[in-house]
């Protein structure tokens, strides 16, 4: 349903993508979970236990969907490029 540039070497650095056939209502579940994903590889996790790891908030969220918002925009910003000379 979706990858990033830590798993898939066609992906640019620095992108998560998603099948375009997903559903608007599972979109932000899977981006969650693809960047929740990509931000523990990031720091050198494999791919076995990012992925495991994220499948729990993803599915935390699907359960509390109110914390939907708030674990994406903490993605998001955790998965920032950083700038040169940060």
């Known amino acids: 349903e979706g990858g990033h540039d830590k798993v898939y070497h066609f992906v640019p ?3 998560v993508w998603l099948d375009d056939d997903l559903s ?3 979109r932000r579940f899977v981006l969650l ?3 929740h994903e990509r931000h523990l590889m990031a720091q050198g996790w494999t791919y076995g236990r990012a992925h495991r790891n994220a ?3 993803e599915y935390y969220c699907r359960s509390h969907t109110g914390e939907l918002e708030a ?3 903490r993605e998001i910003r955790r998965n920032r490029p950083l700038s040169p000379g940060s």
Do not use: M
């Open 55 to 57: 499948s729990k908030v």
């Open 71 to 73: 674990s994406l925009r």
């Open 33 to 35: 979970h693809e960047l």
């Open 13 to 15: 650095k620095n992108e």
């Open 24 to 26: 608007p209502r599972e």
